[in-house]
């Protein structure tokens, strides 16, 4: 039987954790009746520095039922380093880990179907969204664009797939050998390989609280996952330099001309055109450049992606 760990990230999540621990807890109990996963199963909440009462909430669950555990980051980390750290916490314990937002938008009764892809070989199994009927047009639209994007850019993503999945002990095993700081998990997990699988589901409405994820972190998200995962902005700016080369080669031959014949007028206006197209196309490459050596500079210093502060489980580990 299947020991199941969830990991979920919470962040300031006091309005929606005691109605998601029950729904998890009722879901478990059906699971283990079920003898769908061992009853040492664990719903595991991963606390990402919030300013409310969720950890004391997580304290309070962990007491009444040894089911809940929970850890905790010394400081907000974002959504991604939170759920890295539960899963690099989580990977010794579990035979499989399922991470999912505390929110629990995503459906938890396709637990089922993903043990069952796990039981059949299957090293991720990845929730993809059937629909997006719950979303505001907006949203939806620019969700769908950014997996559009992300995939011309040479970022594998799974087409309408989040953070829902299913990772097995071997998977986050893999998983943990990359060491980078710069983070995308929905991009990276594909890298790993083994056998997947796509389970699909509907996503429904948050339960209570808002969205901890408004337009500045989605687009800061999508940014990160195409310049941490992709160089084809950089090689973009090579083939637009090739480009601007060659007109100016054909304007330099067609100056010459006009000089020659006698036609050369006084050129401020195309002067004038050039150096700010020049100037704004130079400035905009030194800048993804600089994105990138932002980039290698911060996996040079190899800082902690997390650090986890506490660990409330039953075998006395850290
Ligand atoms: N979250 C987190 N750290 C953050 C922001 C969010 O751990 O800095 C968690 C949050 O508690 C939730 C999940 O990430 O469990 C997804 O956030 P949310 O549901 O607000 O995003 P949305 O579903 O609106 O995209
Ligand atoms: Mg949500």
Same mark, same amino acid.
């Given at each position: 039987m299947t020991k199941l760990y969830l990991a979920i990230p919470c962040y300031n999540e006091e309005d929606v954790l005691w109605d998601s621990a029950e729904k998890l807890l009722n879901k478990y109990y059906d699971l283990m009746t079920e003898n769908?996963? =061992? &009853?040492?199963s664990k719903i595991v909440f991963i606390d990402?520095? =919030?300013?409310?009462?969720t950890w004391a909430i997580i304290e309070d669950l962990h007491g009444q039922n040894p089911v809940f555990e929970g850890i905790k980051l010394s400081r907000n980390r974002g959504h991604q380093n939170a759920l890295l750290a539960g899963l690099m916490t989580l990977k010794d314990k579990a035979d499989a880990v399922i991470s999912i937002d505390?929110?629990?938008?995503?459906?938890?009764?396709?637990f089922d179907e993903m043990v069952k892809k796990y039981e059949q070989g299957c090293d991720v199994v990845y929730g993809v969204r =059937?629909?997006?009927?719950?979303?505001?047009f907006f949203k939806r639209f620019t969700a769908e664009a950014f997996y559009k994007i992300l995939n011309r850019m040479g970022a594998k993503v799974i087409f309408n797939?989040?953070?829902?999945r299913l990772m097995s002990r071997r998977a986050l095993e893999a998983f943990s050998?990359?060491?980078?700081?710069?983070?995308?998990l929905r991009g990276m997990?594909?890298?790993?390989?083994?056998k997947t699988a796509i389970v699909k589901y509907e996503r429904a409405e948050?339960?209570?609280?808002? =969205?901890?994820? &408004?337009l500045k972190k989605m687009l800061a998200l999508a940014w990160e996952g195409v310049t941490s995962l992709s160089i084809k902005p950089i090689r973009m700016i090579t083939w637009l330099g090739l480009f601007i080369f060659i007109i100016s080669l054909a304007m330099i031959i067609y100056s010459l001309i006009s000089f020659f014949v006698g036609a050369?007028?006084?050129?401020w206006a195309s002067t004038l055109c050039s150096i700010w197209a020049l100037g704004g196309l130079q400035l905009l490459a030194i800048g993804i450049i600089g994105e990138y050596i932002g980039k290698i500079y911060m996996e040079t210093?190899?800082? &902690?992606?997390f650090i986890v502060e506490e660990y409330l489980g039953d075998d006395g580990s850290y």
């Open positions: 769908k996963i =061992s &009853p040492d990402d520095g =919030s300013k409310d009462n505390a929110d629990l938008q995503d459906d938890i009764n396709v =059937s629909k997006r009927q719950t979303d505001t797939h989040a953070d829902f050998l990359y060491h980078e700081t710069n983070i995308f997990v594909p890298m790993i390989g083994f948050r339960l209570a609280g808002e =969205s901890k994820y &408004p050369a007028v006084s050129g210093k190899r800082r &902690p992606r």
